[in-house]
């Protein structure tokens, strides 16, 4: 189960299935259970129908004409996949577990699929075995060698170049060249040789390669050309580019253009990218147009940002609209945005309550209400609360917000509260979860 949710693929080889059993048996079960042929016992009684009905477990038999695999794979049951996906879901295993099913995943991409879930769950130094990219981020390093550091990411941007040169040959076809291109300046950015990397990072540009027209207008913009910025955002946006379309828009909205910035807004949200709204919406307030900020907020409400039921009704409420709010309120509570309800809990001491009101959050797409709750706790004299939720967050694969707000506080003015989440990332590579049901 844990597998299947962690990103393996269905087909699960026998030898997989063994080293996961070592790695998360205790030592009682081990010893009370692995006699001779435990494995070939159990497979066998777990792919077992009962009563017409497959067993947890279901020998995959490959179709005449295939090449047979080098050992037995097997399927999970879909009940209990779905079943794992949900009660387990906040569970993270311990180290054993991921060093022993990285070793026997099926392939090169289950491997990878598993390192990304790895890394969700603060175990950096897991994936960085795997995920050997150069733009593999650490969560947490400000003031510290956590993660993979400095060292190991010029290690690998040297890597990289050296493999690009010897792979790279007259013939080869545009396409790849073009990747070749992309991966060579970002390597060289990683080295500091911002020039050879602009030059490239302009004929990637030129050539309408993904993402080369932001980065060429970052850049532009970065160095207060914004004329130029400009000119590379529209080339990105018309190419179909959302993040460069977001760009122009970040553009437009501080030139006050926020009617263009509307037009765009909206084709970056019809490829997806909802939170386009809750981006233009803050600018609207920001320059006092309240009506157009209610509707944009709501915009990205029934989009399924449900984050922001809590701006609108902050807005309404602003506004003296004390029985919108209060409407909008019940229906935000009802769709998963838990902020009130959770912080009445954490006021009152009843920090489970909380807890379970943040991760509701959660399952219904919003973590919002976990990270208000994780910062007012990491606020307090005593952090230990804090760092515990930190840690639960992590473990259900939240890092990121964890490590938002870690690069949120300020040396100065937040050190008790870094001095936390530094400990939480420190130690998420040396320490599992407990299990679920602990």
């Known amino acids: 189960m844990d597998l299947r949710r962690l990103g393996h ?54 179709r005449p004409g295939t090449p047979p695999p080098d050992q037995e794979q097997y399927r999970l049951s879909d009940y209990l996949e779905e079943l794992g996906r949900y009660t387990r879901r906040r569970y993270c295993p311990a180290p054993q577990f991921w060093t022993a099913a990285l070793q026997y995943a099926l392939s090169d991409d289950d491997r990878r699929a598993l390192a990304r879930a790895a890394h969700d769950r603060g175990r950096v130094g897991i994936a960085a075995s795997i995920l050997d990219e150069y733009s593999l981020p650490g969560l947490f390093d400000r003031s510290s060698d956590y993660a993979l550091g400095e060292e190991a990411r010029t ?30 300046a970002r390597s060289l950015q990683e ?26 207008g970052d850049r532009h913009k970065e160095a207060g050309r914004r004329t130029e910025a400009e000119q590379w955002y529209r080339k990105g946006a018309d190419s179909g580019d959302p993040d460069a379309m977001q760009g122009l828009v970040f553009l437009l909205a501080e030139d006050g253009l926020l009617e263009e910035a509307a037009e765009w807004t909206e084709r970056i949200a019809d490829v997806g990218d909802i939170y386009a709204y809750s981006r233009l919406a803050y600018r609207f307030e920001e320059v006092g147009d309240v009506s157009r900020a209610k509707e944009y907020f709501r915009k990205a409400v029934d989009a399924g940002l449900i984050d922001c039921y809590t701006d609108l009704i902050r807005v309404h409420w602003n506004e003296g609209d004390q ?4 409407r909008l309120y019940s229906e935000a509570v009802q769709s998963g945005e838990t902020s009130g309800p959770m912080m009445k809990a954490e006021r009152a001491g009843e920090h489970a309550t909380a807890d379970e009101l943040a991760f509701t959050a959660v399952d219904h797409g919003t973590v919002q209400p976990l990270r208000q709750l994780l910062w007012h706790r990491l606020q307090q004299p005593d952090t230990t609360l804090g760092e515990t939720l930190a840690r639960k967050a992590i473990d259900a694969g939240e890092a990121f917000i964890v490590h938002g707000l870690a690069e949120l506080c300020s040396p100065s003015e937040h050190p008790q509260s870094l001095k936390a989440m530094q400990r939480v990332f420190e130690s998420a590579d040396e320490i599992g979860s407990s299990r679920p049901d602990a």
């Open 155 to 184: 290690t690998r941007a040297e890597a990289a170049l050296t493999r690009i040169k010897k792979e790279r040959a007259p013939d080869t076809p545009r396409v790849l060249d073009l990747l070749f291109k992309e991966e060579e």
């Open 191 to 216: 080295l500091g040789e911002q020039e050879r990397a602009e030059a490239i990072w302009e004929e990637l540009a030129e050539a309408r390669f993904p993402g080369a027209c932001v980065s060429v």
């Open 323 to 326: 029985d919108t709010a209060q």
């Open 9 to 62: 693929s269905p087909a699960l080889p026998a030898a997989l299935l063994e080293a996961t059993a070592h790695a998360l048996a205790t030592d009682e079960q081990w010893n009370q259970h692995a006699h001779t042929d435990w494995l070939k016992n159990t497979l066998t009684y777990l792919s077992t129908p009962c009563k017409g009905v497959p067993g947890p477990l279901t020998l995959i038999r490959q």
